[in-house]
């Protein structure tokens, strides 16, 4: 409400002919005067320089309740409520005959006669004699108690509503139509680290990560859609003050004017959902270690099956090989060809072996092994075995704590995982890198690798291998446990999968990153020996 406006109104309106009320005028008599003053709908009250009232028109009277006449000879005053506005309307006389300014309005409360109070404004005006002195005051009263508490419930809700806003667990701001911030709550600091006049102005989309920058530019200009006041719900992360992103979930409401329909703010309220984005990463990961778990116990029961029947099927093959070579001479050509069976035989023993040792029911003669001088035997025969274009460097660390496992299979895993590496770098002369180390692995570090989670924090053996490859896309990083899955052609035995097997039982993990055009690493970690 603006009040100001109503009195300039109302002063415009009175103050020519109030001016001179009271001057020498020949051809306007009293009567005429009182019979204008009775008629305006505003109350006017004529009052001595003491502030003594000697004149109440008939709407004043009707204002307060009173019969007409009723409060002729009464001061102003005692129709105030109470001592305080009484002395402040005295000082006023006395402040205006002193310095005598313009006409001043005047706010104040008047009882009525049956004791309600009222807001009242009143123009108070000069009266002069026909010398031009001051010999009283005229006063335009209107009353403005409706107003008043207007003004009041409207002030009361906007501190409701700001006191809400300042307190709410979520940001609560208000943004130009372009995204610009124009309010944001305090709220922000909390979530967001920022003081909320150091986002004032700033456009919202300057503070959003990554491809997330479009929803909200979508979102701003949904206008143009078929529902543009439709509130809109969207995630994203959020720069914090410190360079950190949270995430925010975002209500966006579009507020548009009553009258042109155009769009004049927007209404954000915004919540950190952060917890919620890491739970659900979690969930996501713990189905995936469930999915992967169930598809390896599937594998795992399958291989093993299949190992123990085909192993039953490889004795009587053996034994009865072994039979007929000793009844066979040397020199009979069936000799020759019965050799070539148990051979045949004796190689699908070890696939036999490598079956069972992913299903992860191999037999393991348990010993301490020397990591270091396992690789360095290793390494030393592949170099000279595998292609010339693959150079092999060993940077391994000395007196490493042993490892507990057995020595065949833990040979099998470094020979499988140096032999991909050289052969995955053989054809652009690449180079494979060997490290070792003893590691002080936490649940953090221990987190990035395969089936992590059922690895307990401690002392562990780590064995990298680093190749300059052309890396792996990550649909084939997804395969390549799979037994059987081989980038190459034809793949050879289960690989990688016989690998997993026994890394798993050994107690250990094992990780692969890996990007095409980078390179690949692959890091096992086996538990130090006690």
Request: glycine content about 8%.
């Amino acid at each position: 409400m603006d009040i100001g406006k109503e009195q300039q109104g109302a002063q415009s309106i009175y103050s020519d002919d109030l001016r001179s009320f009271g001057a020498a005028d020949v051809t306007r008599d009293e009567g005429y005067y009182t019979s204008l003053f009775s008629d305006l709908p505003h109350g006017i009250v004529e009052t001595d320089l003491s502030g003594n009232i000697v004149f109440s028109n008939p709407a004043h009277h009707k204002m307060l309740g009173f019969r007409d006449g009723a409060i002729i000879g009464r001061h102003v005053c005692e129709l105030m409520p109470d001592e305080s506005q009484q002395l402040r309307f005295r000082a006023f006389l006395q402040d205006i005959l002193a310095n005598q300014p313009a006409p001043t309005p005047y706010r104040s409360q008047n009882v009525k006669g049956n004791g309600q109070i009222i807001d009242t404004l009143a123009d108070w005006i000069y009266k002069r004699n026909d010398n031009g002195e001051v010999v009283g005051f005229v006063a335009i009263i209107t009353d403005i108690t409706a107003r008043v508490r207007a003004e009041n419930s409207l002030r009361e809700s906007e501190e409701r509503y700001r006191l809400l806003a300042e307190n709410a667990n979520d940001i609560i701001s208000r943004c130009s139509p372009e995204g610009c911030y124009t309010y944001v709550s305090r709220a922000c600091n909390t979530i967001l680290g920022y003081r909320p006049e150091e986002l004032l102005g700033r456009n919202m989309q300057d503070f959003c990560g990554g491809d997330h920058v479009e929803k909200i530019r979508q979102v701003i200009e949904s206008k143009n859609t078929s529902h543009p006041d439709r509130a809109n719900v969207i995630e994203y992360p959020f720069r914090k003050h410190d360079g950190a992103y949270v995430w925010l979930e975002s209500t966006f409401r579009i507020i548009r004017g009553l009258k042109t329909g155009h769009i004049i703010e927007l209404i954000v309220i915004s919540r950190d959902i952060s917890h919620r984005k890491e739970d659900e990463a979690k969930r996501h990961k713990l189905q995936s270690r469930i999915q992967q778990l169930q598809k390896l116990e599937s594998l795992g029961v399958l291989a093993g099956g299949i190992a123990h029947d085909f192993n039953n099927l490889l004795v009587g093959i053996l034994g009865n090989a072994d039979l007929a070579l000793m009844d066979i001479k040397p020199s009979d050509p069936a000799h020759e060809l019965m050799q070539n069976v148990k051979e045949s035989a004796l190689r699908a023993s070890d696939l036999t072996n490598q079956m069972l040792a992913y299903s992860g029911k191999g037999k393991f003669v348990i010993s301490k092994i020397d990591l270091g001088e396992l690789i360095g035997e290793t390494a030393g025969l592949l170099a000279e075995s595998e292609n010339d274009d693959a150079t092999l460097h060993c940077q391994l660390t000395e007196k490493l704590p042993p490892i507990e496992g057995d020595v065949s299979q833990i040979q099998q895993v470094v020979t499988n995982i140096l032999t991909n590496a050289i052969e995955a770098v053989a054809e652009n002369s690449g180079t494979v890198t060997v490290f070792t180390q003893q590691v002080e692995a936490d649940d953090d570090y221990i987190s990035h690798f395969y089936l992590g989670e059922d690895l307990k924090a401690g002392p562990y053996v780590s064995l990298k291998v680093v190749d300059s490859g052309e890396g792996m896309d990550a649909e084939t990083r997804k395969r390549i446990f799979e037994p059987f899955f081989s980038t190459k052609f034809p793949g050879r035995g289960l690989g990688l999968a016989a690998v997993l097997g026994i890394v798993r039982g050994h107690h250990g993990g094992i990780s692969v990153t890996s990007k095409p055009g980078v390179g690949t690493t692959v890091e096992v970690l086996l538990p130090a020996a006690e």
